[in-house]
T-cell receptor
Framework: GAVVSQHPSWVICKSGTSVKIECRSL??????MFWYRQFPKQSLMLMAT?????????EQGVEKDKFLINHASLTLSTLTVTSAHPEDSSFYIC?????????????FGPGTRLLVL | GQNIDQPTEMTATEGAIVQINCTYQ??????LFWYQQHAGEAPTFLSY??LDGLEEKGRFSSFLSRSKGYSYLLLKELQMKDSASYLC??????????WGAGTKLIIKP
């Protein structure tokens, strides 16, 4: 089956530093990747949608200058949390929509847990 | 606005049956998903309904009524490993997933 990986799986960083999270589709190509954030006991919240070779579309309330998204290839998207603060501590999950397949199909990565001290 | 409602928490007994309901109001509809999420892990896909009716897959079944904006996930022969959160999500007219807050299912021996 289709596999999506995320790296790192967890990260602890100091306040003010930047953290990069990678999302890779391992055995398929993805035109679109989605970035979600999930706080404890809450649902997934879509942060942004990224399409290969174009700028990401951010959801209302998500700062595009703080959460930098790059989707440089059909198998890799990165999310960089710049100048991280404790309130950015969360579970970040990506999903990928295959090039070949229905628009309803998304495969989820295992998530990255970020803790900002 | 868009809204997905599901109970916050449910408790059931091992071996029993439980039904988790979900009601939704969204701008457009391109299907309803159920996901299972264990604590600290990403969601895993359980089912997808786009037409009215019941979809059965092993111990899990999912039902959809588009006219009522209603779905349920039915879990049979409950096992302890079924203890998890169950997320209802609707794909809207833009093919974006709108997520419910999840139902935490507690299974007791």
């Amino acid at each position: 089956g289709a596999v999506v990986s995320q790296h790192p799986s967890w990260v602890i960083c100091k306040s003010g530093t930047s953290v990069k999270i990678e999302c890779r589709s391992l055995d398929f190509q993805a035109t679109t990747m989605f970035w979600y954030r999930q706080f404890p006991k809450q649902s997934l919240m879509l942060m942004a949608t990224s399409n290969e070779g174009s700028k990401a579309t951010y959801e209302q309330g998500v700062e595009k200058d703080k959460f930098l998204i790059n989707h440089a290839s059909l198998t890799l998207s990165t999310l960089t949390v710049t100048s991280a603060h404790p309130e950015d501590s969360s579970f970040y999950i990506c999903s990928a929509r295959p090039v070949s397949g229905d628009r309803e199909t998304q495969y989820f990565g295992p998530g990255t847990r970020l803790l900002v001290l | 606005g868009q809204n997905i409602d599901q109970p916050t928490e449910m408790t059931a007994t091992e071996g029993a049956i439980v039904q988790i309901n979900c009601t939704y109001q969204t701008s457009g509809f391109n299907g309803l998903f159920w996901y299972q999420q264990h604590a600290g892990e990403a969601p895993t896909f359980l089912s997808y309904n786009v037409l009215d009716g019941l979809e059965e897959k092993g111990r899990f079944s999912s039902f959809l009524s588009r006219s009522k904006g209603y779905s349920y996930l039915l879990l049979k022969e409950l096992q302890m490993k079924d203890s998890a959160s169950y997320l209802c999500a609707v794909m809207d007219s833009n093919y974006q997933l709108i997520w419910g807050a999840g139902t935490k299912l507690i299974i007791k021996p």
